[in-house]
């Protein structure tokens, strides 16, 4: 069975600050593992993925996560959060298969 | 724009009605998934269909009922709704299972039961 942890429902940064997300898994197989991106009032929108080629994956909006195996982790990063970067995110492993697990979410504050 | 399309965006319900929600993709997909988004819960699975002709149970199935129409449409039923039921609920295809596929989702449908 998968799940998936990330650690803060909430987090706040300061723009122009690094925007650091913690998202841990575990899996009994090789996973894929996602981010997405949720604007208030929409869909969840993907940001990035891993999918066994490179371990350190970029995304849009200048937003990348590195893979570690040994520490069954997929942090999301950002070198100058924006204002703009105001969201929920979630985090997500799949199985290879039909199994498809999200995180409970960390909703990102951009302080001004 | 291609993508997937729920219908409606927003609904009231009083306890006991039934109704259905629409769902539609234009990007050919197989697979198709209804999720629900409760508070502090992430997104659970409801039911998915792999594939034209099939549907599966997900995490959180009781309460509903869903139809793969065609390739495009998958919808989801509530027959009696509960209070319980009240949530967010989103639409989602991707291409076929596996293969690192990730899911394109629609904007959701904000339903209340009261």
């Known amino acids: 069975a998968q799940s998936v942890t990330q650690l803060g429902s909430h987090v706040s940064v300061s723009e122009g600050a690094l925007v650091l997300l913690r998202c841990n898994y575990s899996s009994s197989v090789p996973p894929y593992l996602f981010w997405y991106v949720q604007y208030p009032n929409q869909g969840l929108q993907l940001l990035l993925k891993y999918t066994s080629a490179a371990t350190l994956v970029k995304g849009i909006n200048g937003f990348e996560a590195e893979f570690k195996k040994s520490e069954t982790s997929f942090h999301l990063t950002k070198p100058s959060a924006h204002m703009s970067d105001a969201a929920e995110y979630f985090c997500a492993v799949s199985d290879r298969g039909q199994n498809f697990v999200f995180g409970p979410g960390t909703r990102l504050s951009v302080l001004p | 724009n291609a993508g997937v399309t729920q219908t409606p965006k927003f609904q009231v319900l009083k306890t006991g009605q039934s109704m259905t929600l629409q769902c539609a993709q234009d990007m050919n997909h197989n697979s198709m998934y209804w999720y629900r988004q409760d508070p502090g819960m992430g997104l659970r699975l409801i039911y998915y269909s792999a594939s034209e002709g099939t549907t599966d149970k997900g995490e959180v199935p009781n309460g509903y009922n869903v139809s793969r129409l065609n390739k495009r449409e998958f919808s989801l039923r509530l027959e009696s709704a509960a209070p319980s039921q009240t949530s967010v609920y989103f639409c989602?295809?991707?291409?076929?299972?596996?293969?690192?596929?990730?899911?394109?989702f629609g904007s959701g449908t904000r339903l209340t039961v009261v």
């Open positions: 989602a295809s991707r291409v076929d299972r596996g293969l690192g596929y990730g899911y394109t």
